[in-house]
Nanobody, 118 residues
Framework: QVQLVESGGGLVQPGESLRLSCAAS????????MNWYRQAPGKQRELVAF???????NYVDSVKGRFTISRDNAKSTVYLHMNSLKPDDTAVYYC????????????WGQGTQVTVSS
């Protein structure tokens, strides 16, 4: 069983930066694919960034060049570094972990609010 706890959200002005953290409990962090999703009011939840156990990453086009996902396996933590934030980035950001080795398991965090507004 894995529990995910996000932190680091808040209210920032356009152009500013934030770093989100997602701390995982349990022993399997090193074999988890870690993802950040977000959901804005009235919109579907979308995948923002992905990092697999090997460190390969991928991003939704709207955040490429501005957001960076990273992981620290020693701390069982994944980060989302967000630069040049825009009002369109306003959303609840969720951490999602996927263990692809059998038994396949998936876990969600509780979410953290990011608001970008002047």
């Amino acid at each position: 069983q894995v529990q995910l706890v996000e932190s680091g959200g808040g209210l920032v002005q356009p152009g500013e930066s934030l770093r989100l953290s997602c701390a995982a409990s349990g022993r399997d962090f090193g074999i988890l694919s870690m993802n950040w999703y977000r959901q804005a009011p009235g919109k579907q939840r979308e995948l923002v960034a992905f990092i697999n156990p090997a460190g390969d990453t991928n991003y939704v086009d709207s955040v490429k060049g501005r957001f960076t996902i990273s992981r620290d396996n020693a701390k069982s933590t994944v980060y989302l570094h967000m630069n040049s934030l825009k009002p369109d980035d306003t959303a609840v950001y969720y951490c999602y972990a996927l263990k692809v080795r059998p038994p396949v398991m998936a876990y969600w965090g509780q979410g953290t609010q990011v608001t970008v507004s002047s």
